[in-house]
C-alpha cells in the first residue's frame, strides 16, 4: 500500500520486541532487521537499507548454516543497495555471493536463480559490460 511510515512503526516495534523476548541472534531478529531494511530500501533510504540488512546478515551468519537459503536472500538485498548507490564492484560481489550460496542450497531450476543472474546481468549492464551483462 505504499504507506511506509507505517510499515516503519509496525517493524520498528515488532523489532523492539524481539530484542526483548528473544536471544540476542535468534533468526527471527534477523528477519525484523530485515524487514525494516526493506521499507527503508523501498522509501529510498539507502544508507539506512544497508545498516539493517548488514545486522540482519550477521545474525543471520551465526544463527543459521553457512549456506542457508536466508544467508543469499540477505546478499542479495544488500546487492540491491549497492547498485541503486551506483556501487557496482559491491553489489557485484554481493549478488555473486548470493548466487553461490543458492547454488548450494537449492534445486537446479528454482526461480531464485533467474533473479540472481537478473541482477548480475543488470550490475554489468549498469557498468557497460554489455557482454557480460548478456
Same mark, same amino acid.
Given at each position: 500500500?505504499?504507506?511506509?511510515?507505517?510499515?516503519?512503526?509496525?517493524?520498528?516495534?515488532? $523489532?523492539?520486541?524481539?530484542?526483548?523476548? %528473544?536471544?540476542?541472534?535468534?533468526?527471527?531478529?534477523?528477519?525484523? =532487521?530485515? #524487514?525494516? /531494511?526493506?521499507?527503508?530500501?523501498?522509501?529510498?533510504?539507502?544508507?539506512?537499507?544497508?545498516?539493517?540488512?548488514?545486522?540482519?546478515?550477521?545474525?543471520?551468519?551465526?544463527? $543459521?548454516?553457512?549456506?542457508?537459503?536466508? %544467508?543469499?536472500?540477505?546478499?542479495?538485498?544488500?546487492?540491491?543497495? =549497492?547498485? #541503486?548507490? /551506483?556501487?557496482?564492484?559491491?553489489?557485484?560481489?554481493?549478488?555473486?555471493?548470493?548466487?553461490?550460496?543458492?547454488?548450494?542450497?537449492?534445486?537446479?531450476?528454482?526461480?531464485?536463480?533467474?533473479?540472481?543472474?537478473?541482477?548480475?546481468?543488470?550490475?554489468?549492464?549498469?557498468?557497460?559490460?554489455?557482454?557480460?551483462?548478456?
Amino acid at each position: 500500500m505504499d504507506e511506509y511510515s507505517k510499515a516503519l512503526s509496525s517493524f520498528e516495534r515488532s $523489532l523492539e520486541i524481539r530484542k526483548i523476548a %528473544l536471544p540476542p541472534n535468534h533468526p527471527d531478529l534477523a528477519s525484523s =532487521y530485515n #524487514n525494516v /531494511g526493506m521499507v527503508y530500501y523501498n522509501m529510498g533510504e539507502y544508507s539506512k537499507a544497508l545498516s539493517s540488512f548488514e545486522r540482519s546478515l550477521e545474525i543471520r551468519k551465526i544463527a $543459521l548454516p553457512p549456506n542457508h537459503p536466508d %544467508l543469499a536472500s540477505s546478499y542479495n538485498n544488500i546487492g540491491n543497495v =549497492y547498485a #541503486n548507490m /551506483g556501487e557496482y564492484s559491491k553489489a557485484l560481489s554481493s549478488f555473486e555471493r548470493s548466487l553461490e550460496i543458492r547454488k548450494i542450497a537449492l534445486p537446479p531450476n528454482h526461480p531464485d536463480f533467474a533473479s540472481s543472474y537478473n541482477n548480475i546481468g543488470m550490475v554489468y549492464d549498469n557498468m557497460g559490460e554489455y557482454s557480460k551483462a548478456l
